[in-house]
């Protein structure tokens, strides 16, 4: 004590002790105020590390704002640890002082709740399936700049925080050592460097502690396999933390386990090695400063038992991997999980830590072994559930020593993700060689399948792995499994460029050659298609049935593939169960697979269907070749198909065929019609040279046409011509009589009347000639001695004709020229019919025929012509007739009246005294 303090009044020392007391009650009031403030922004800093985890989309300012929460974070640490030393007697701590941090860590207490609420909503949000609504309803819970005000809000937070840790930094006289980061910092940072590729802004505080940022980015070996394979589907986790990989840093997580460490984090320090820590967010910098000195130690303690993380997996599936996975030869291996390595864990500290599933696969998706043997040995469970499942999530991305750590602390191999997939399947659609194996040897089941999922071996089959199908079938999987597609795994096995080897290994493992797909079809149907005539040798080796039909039988597929086709046949497909195939070789112009199948004995004449030959086909085709071939061997140019060879060489223009198919026997009399269908098809040449070959020119065609009526109807002139020259007998009747049908066109008509011996002996042809608009014909008849009387059918002459179909010209020439009677009924009288037909318009008829002498007034059939103007209401024609012939009023219609009655029942007046004035011999000429 100081000779002051001695002779000090009592009173004087007891407000000094009081005054000190009152200081340090001070102090430690604001070092719990600035450990509750660091705890509650820890606890934020974990929300904003989850919402970053699940959110698709972070707001605008969303990562400003988490950097300004870690730098809070950093500045509350130092307040922390300078008040923390202000305990020690020699430091004294000013009460201004601690009144002044004291201000600042309640104003980072104010706005700590309000940024609490904020991110406590938004997670809310994302963890009750909300993110579409959030995104389309943001900027109704929250204004556009309301994150923005947030940011600028921490911003000045942390900038008074700073100012209390610069002056108690200044007070002190010294650099404060921060204390270790909580795990709310740790993972927002680790997830603000996955979403934007760099360390989180403002960090100074890390360099400080002497670690090397491990607290917020993972560092880990990954191998090359693995490098850029972080995702294997969308899941609600997309966008968990994920550390930047760094490849220069060692990692001692593949041997911890071995030596029995486990409790332990494990960190990367300055010079890249391994230190182990345990956190602990209360200890002292005296403690903090012991830690980081034991940290050191360590290192260089573990940085001499390193092993590889190749030759950790590696261990655990080379005996396996050493075998013939690459042939197809058969082993069968026993799965003993009981005696593959297994580790439990040192403690259980985060066994219920929450999130503790996200940040393990955070761990996985960075490659970061150290931080997630840490997490697996301080009690985190390796099984994570549907929706986060870390297991599946390290396959996915190749990650084999993950999956082996995952293995190694119980992860169960046959845990099924959300979506269905066990991580055995995942591992083959990976082709994942080295965790397939670890998995089956740890117990995963190689025929797990859930509903709408495949199963290992159908992804490994498809994808065409042999080395994991293999594996797979060692460890007893099931070869006559169907896929979702309804296939076997042999038809998913054969391809046009697939293995032979892979379903050599299928059949040896025992698949079933004849099993069928969901559709019908078979292997063998399959191998056919794809042309590997490899594999179907090896089918029927194994037991392939080459006359099952799969859906159809084998050789039909096979006339594609003329190898295949071969072995079939030499392998006793019976070609008598596929008719017609020989039609089908023809069809498809496979020279090779006809001779291939001529060889075999197959019949050259057997038809498709029931219909198609061969020998029709190749005429059809073209194919001077194979037609050749098939009449060398037996092919009969008689038998039809949808009709006769010599037929089909006129419809299909290939006449150049036809001289073959004499010299092979072709029949050209038989059936009938050949020379009509030459001439239906226009085709001069052949015509001739069938003439020339004796063929018939009278013979009817199935139809009953001739050759002479056709040409007739298609007025062809010169086939008329060569037709008669060869002897074609006008008077035979084909489509119809020659001369009737050849009225329409007057050349022809000439041709066969010169032909014609007695043209009068067709009745009506004169009325046809007429009815055709002919003229020509007309006068080409009269002249050839038929009347123009000629009625046809009885009934019609061609007068009444001629005035039906209005033909004034003809009308004028029969009447005229022609002396045909006008008074001479033929469907009625001409008179009647003219009245009827042309009293609007070609009234010259009338007048032509009135000049000729007809009477209006003969009966014919109950009427005349008088009855008939009256019928039109035609007073002026009535006029015209009455003047020219007078009336006879005397004479009944076939209902009794007169025509005077008849006028009368209409009440027409001008009428009745028209005919009543126009009595019998009162007309004038």
């Known amino acids: ?37 660091t705890v509650a922004y820890d606890s934020i800093a974990e929300k904003m590390s989850d919402y970053t985890t699940l959110a698709t989309h972070l707001p605008r300012g969303f990562i400003s704002l988490a950097n300004e929460v870690l730098g809070a974070c950093s500045e509350l640490s130092s307040i922390y640890t300078g008040l923390s030393d202000a305990s020690s007697p020699s430091q004294i701590l000013p009460g201004d002082v601690t009144a002044v941090v004291e201000k600042k860590l309640r104003g980072a207490q104010g706005h700590m709740k309000a940024l609490d609420q904020a991110v406590t909503k938004l997670l809310d949000h994302e963890r009750n399936g909300g993110v579409s609504r959030l995104r389309r309803k943001f900027g109704k819970m929250f204004p556009s700049d309301h994150v923005e005000k947030l940011r600028l809000e921490a911003t000045k937070m ?52 002497g670690v090397d940022g491990s607290a917020y980015r993972a560092v880990a070996v990954v191998p090359e396999e693995q490098r850029g394979v972080l995702h294997h589907r969308q899941t609600p986790l997309t966008n968990l933390p994920s550390s930047t990989v760094d490849t220069d840093k060692g990692s001692s ?40 000195n034991e940290k050191l130690r360590t290192t260089m303690e573990l940085d001499k038992s390193d092993e590889t993380i190749e030759y950790a997996i590696d261990s655990l599936v080379g005996d396996i991997k050493s075998l013939e996975l690459d042939s197809a030869k058969v082993v069968h291996m026993d799965s003993v999980p009981s005696a593959m390595p297994h580790s439990q864990p040192r403690t259980m500290a985060d066994r219920d830590k929450p999130n503790i599933g996200a940040l393990l696969v955070s761990a996985i998706r960075a490659g970061d072994y150290r ?22 999530e390290a396959i996915a991305s190749q990650d084999s020593e993950s999956a082996r750590l995952l293995l190694l602390y119980g992860a169960s191999p046959n845990a099924l993700d959300i979506e269905g997939q066990s991580p055995l399947a995942i591992a083959a659609g990976k082709s994942s060689l080295r965790i397939t194996i670890a998995l089956l040897k740890y117990g995963a089941n190689p025929d797990a399948v859930t509903r709408g999922t495949h199963s290992p071996l159908a992804i490994a089959v498809s994808s065409g792995n042999l080395r994991v199908t293999h594996a797979l079938l060692m460890y007893g999987a099931n070869p006559n499994q169907m896929t979702l597609s309804g296939n076997t795994l042999l ?31 078979t292997a063998l149907f399959e191998a056919i298609t794809n042309g590997r005539a490899d594999i179907l040798d090896s089918l029927i080796q194994h037991g392939a049935d080459p006359n099952l039909p799969g859906p159809k039988h084998m050789l039909w597929p096979a006339i594609h593939h003329p190898e295949c086709l071969r072995i079939l046949l030499a392998k006793a497909a019976d070609h008598k169960k596929a008719p017609g195939i020989m039609e089908l070789a023809t069809s498809i112009n496979s020279v090779e697979s006809i001779g291939i199948l001529l060889k075999a004995g197959v019949d050259p004449n057997a038809k498709k269907d029931g219909v198609y030959t061969p020998l029709c086909t190749a005429i059809r085709d ?45 029949k050209l009399d038989k059936p009938k019609g050949i020379a009509e269908t030459a001439v239906a098809m226009k085709n001069t040449k052949v015509l001739d040279w069938l003439l020339k070959s004796g063929v018939d ?16 109807r298609e007025n062809n002139i010169e086939m008329v011509d060569m037709l008669l020259a060869h002897g074609a007998n006008p008077n035979i009747r084909g489509q119809d009589w020659p001369v009737c049908m050849a009225v329409r066109h007057p050349p022809v008509l000439e041709r066969i009347l010169s032909a014609l011996q007695e043209p009068r002996a067709f009745k009506g042809v004169m009325e046809m000639a007429v009815e055709a608009n002919q003229l020509s014909s007309v006068k080409l008849l009269r002249a050839a001695g038929v009347s123009v009387e000629d009625r046809n059918g009885g009934v019609f002459s061609p007068l009444t004709t001629a005035i039906r179909e209005r033909r004034t010209e ?30 609007t318009e070609h009234t010259e008829i009338i007048d032509m025929l009135l000049e000729k002498g007809a009477d209006p007034n003969k009966m014919y059939r109950g009427w005349n012509g008088i009855m008939q103007a009256l019928e039109n209401g035609d007073l002026d024609m009535l006029k015209k007739l009455a003047t020219k012939t007078g009336v006879d009023i005397e004479v009944r219609d076939e209902l009794g009246r007169t025509v005077t009655e008849i006028a009368l029942s209409r009440r027409w007046e001008e009428a009745v005294n028209i005919l009543l004035s126009s009595g019998p011999g009162e007309h004038r000429e």
């Open 371 to 392: 931080a997630l043997y840490q997490l697996l040995d301080r009690g985190a469970s390796p099984d994570t559930g549907a929706e986060i499942h870390a297991l599946n």
């Open 622 to 666: 073209n194919r001077a070749d194979i037609l050749e071939l098939l009449l060398r061997n037996g092919a009969d140019p008689n038998i039809p198909a949808s009709e006769y060879p010599a037929f089909k060489c006129i419809t299909h223009h290939r006449e150049h065929f036809l001289p073959a198919l004499v010299k092979a026997g072709v």
């Open 158 to 209: 942390r900038e008074d925080l700073k100012v209390g840790s610069l002056l108690l930094q200044w007070k002190l006289g010294s650099t404060c050592i921060e204390r270790e980061p909580g795990i709310g910092c740790v993972s927002l940072a680790a997830a603000i460097q996955t979403v934007t590729g760099q360390p989180p802004k403002g960090r100074g505080h890390v360099a400080s502690s």
């Open 491 to 521: 038809i998913e096995s054969i391809g046009g460029r697939s293995s032979k080897m892979l379903t050599d290994l299928l059949l040896n493992y025992g698949a079933a050659p004849n099993e069928k797909s969901r559709e019908g079809k």
């Open 810 to 839: 003809i009308v004028a020439y029969l009447i005229g020229e022609g002396g045909a009677d006008v008074n001479a009924p033929g469907e009625h009288l001409p008179l009647v019919k003219a009245l009827r037909r042309c009293h």
């Open 253 to 292: 997580a593949g041997h911890s386990f071995l030596n029995g460490h486990s409790g332990t984090t494990f960190a990367s320090n300055d010079n890249g090695s391994a230190a182990r820590f345990t956190m602990d967010s209360t200890g002292s910098s005296n403690d903090g400063r012991d830690r980081y």
């Open 697 to 712: 020119p009278n013979d009817r065609c199935s139809t009953g046409r001739t050759p002479l009526t056709t040409a007739i």
């Open 1 to 37: 004590m100081s000779a002051s303090a001695a002779i000090a009044p009592l009173h004087v020392l007891s407000d000094s002790r009081i005054e000190g007391s009152q200081m340090d009650k001070a102090r430690s009031q604001c070092l719990q105020l600035c450990s509750d403030v």
